[in-house]
T-cell receptor, first 112, second 116 residues
């Protein structure tokens, strides 16, 4: 079974700071990778996804992620965060054709 | 409907009672998933439906957990003789058939279950 590790449990930063959230997975074969976000009081939403091609993927709200196959990583980045980016972020990797395995999540708190 | 709808949004139950959680997926989505999110944990896969059948129910934690889906639409997750460790947010997601990973899942808002 897949294992997905998110390195940071809780990240606190100020507005305009840069954000990078780590994600590593255990599977050595072909993978599809996702980042989901859950804003306070809202349901999980897809932030971005990687299937193939350019390993640098751009998503909504200025987020991007880079797939580094040799490191089994798919880190999420945003150059300048806003207060509205306060949320919980989940990395996910496909398992089988239909199942996603999720990391434990990283809570991001942005201070105004 | 416009999104995945789950009910109830919150449920408090006494230990030992049975509970039913409902999921109404997006119209036309034939794939439906149940996940569980416990405090400090990631999302734990419970069961996958394709139409009315469940080809993967490997994540159900015990035989107290069961799920069904009828008419290729609404799904019910039933937990019998609830225990305190069942307390969690139960999430439902749906996706179009054969395209689960092209679009990811669409999640509902979840049911927060508290067993006291």
């Amino acid at each position: 079974a897949q294992s997905v590790s998110q390195h940071n449990h809780h990240v606190i930063l100020s507005e305009a700071a840069s954000l990078e959230l780590g994600c590593n997975y255990s599977y050595g074969g072909t993978v599809n990778l996702f980042w989901y976000v859950q804003y306070p009081g809202q349901h999980l939403q897809l932030l971005l996804k990687y299937f193939s091609g350019d390993p640098l993927v751009k998503g909504i709200k200025g987020f991007e992620a880079e797939f580094i196959k040799s490191k089994f990583s798919f880190n999420l980045r945003k150059p300048s965060v806003q207060w509205s980016d306060t949320a919980e972020y989940f990395c996910a990797v496909n398992e089988e054709d239909y199942k996603l395995s999720f990391g434990a999540g990283t809570t991001v708190t942005v201070r105004a | 409907g416009a999104g995945v709808s789950q009910s109830p949004s919150n449920k408090v139950t006494e230990k030992g009672k049975d509970v039913e959680l409902r999921c109404d997926p997006i119209s036309g989505h034939t794939a439906l998933y149940w996940y569980r999110q416990s405090l400090g944990q990631g999302l734990e896969f419970l069961i996958y439906f394709q139409g009315n059948s469940a080809p993967d129910k490997s994540g159900l934690p015990s035989d107290r957990f069961s799920a069904e889906r009828t008419g290729g639409s609404v799904s019910t997750l039933t937990i019998q003789r609830t225990q305190q460790e069942d307390s969690a947010v139960y999430l439902c997601a749906s996706s179009p058939a054969g395209q689960s990973l092209n679009y990811g899942y669409t999640f509902g808002s979840g049911t927060r279950l508290t067993v006291v």
